[in-house]
């Protein structure tokens, strides 16, 4: 069945190096794909998402990579901060007409050590 | 800005005790959806709908029901609880199926 899965379930590193969140995907023929971080007792926010048809996008201190050769998907965090303390989500999502849905992974928990 | 609005934030419920999860968001998007949350596991979609007038099934919908009141509301009950059910429900919307999803903060739910 259709699956997203995260590579490492938790990421330590020290404030201001970058970091870089794994997700692998099963189903190629998702239209695209989100990030979500999630703060201890608060909902998913929305960080950056990408289309099927890119590579590669960019925000404000975030990139995400997609390689749909080998379904990988990455978030790098530029100059890690306490506050990107969460747990990090990917999700990927599939046009289906009455079967629209989001598909999330399990999550990658990111603990920035001062 | 209040995005989207939860109540209640916690509930104990009794196994066989039904209850009703209330959600609304003020953004007038057109699309509503209901998640659960486990422990160690990603969100799974319980119901959504589309838009006003229409309800789907997701990923785990047994032991739910839901009603989409009007463009704003959006309900999620449960007839008769069981211990399986405790998670924490996260309720979401977008202004059209696939959009950027924006979540409510939840409601942490315990079936004793």
């Known amino acids: 069945g259709e699956s997203v899965g995260l590579h490492l379930p938790t990421l330590s590193v020290q404030e201001g190096d970058n970091s870089i969140i794994n997700c692998a995907y099963s189903?190629?023929?998702?239209?695209?794909f989100i990030w979500y971080k999630q703060e201890s007792g608060k909902g998913p926010q929305f960080i950056i998402d990408?289309?099927?048809?890119?590579d590669k996008r960019q925000g404000q201190r975030v990139t995400v990579l997609l390689n749909k050769t080998v379904k990988h998907l990455s978030l790098q965090i530029a100059a890690t901060q306490p506050g990107d303390s969460a747990v990090y989500f990917c999700?990927?999502?599939?046009?289906?007409?009455?079967?629209?849905?989001?598909?999330f992974g399990t999550g990658t928990l990111l603990a920035v050590q001062p | 800005n209040a995005g989207v609005t939860q109540t209640p934030k916690f509930q104990v419920l009794k196994t066989g005790q039904s209850m009703t999860l209330q959600c609304a968001q003020d953004?007038?998007?057109?699309?509503m959806y209901w998640y659960r949350q486990d422990p160690g596991m990603g969100l799974r979609l319980i119901y959504y709908?589309?838009?006003?007038?229409?309800?789907d099934k997701g990923e785990v919908p047994n032991g739910y029901n839901v009603s989409r009141l009007n463009k704003r509301e959006f309900s999620l009950r449960l007839e008769s609880a069981a211990p399986s059910q405790t998670s924490v429900y996260f309720c979401?919307?977008?202004?059209?199926?696939?959009?950027?999803?924006?979540f409510g903060s939840g409601t942490r739910l315990t079936v004793v």
């Open positions: 990408i289309r099927s048809n890119m």
């Open positions: 189903n190629s023929a998702s239209d695209y």
């Open positions: 709908s589309a838009s006003e007038g229409t309800t």
């Open positions: 953004m007038n998007h057109n699309s």
């Open positions: 999700a990927e999502f599939t046009y289906g007409g009455a079967t629209n849905k989001l598909i």
């Open positions: 979401a919307s977008s202004e059209y199926a696939g959009g950027g999803y924006t």
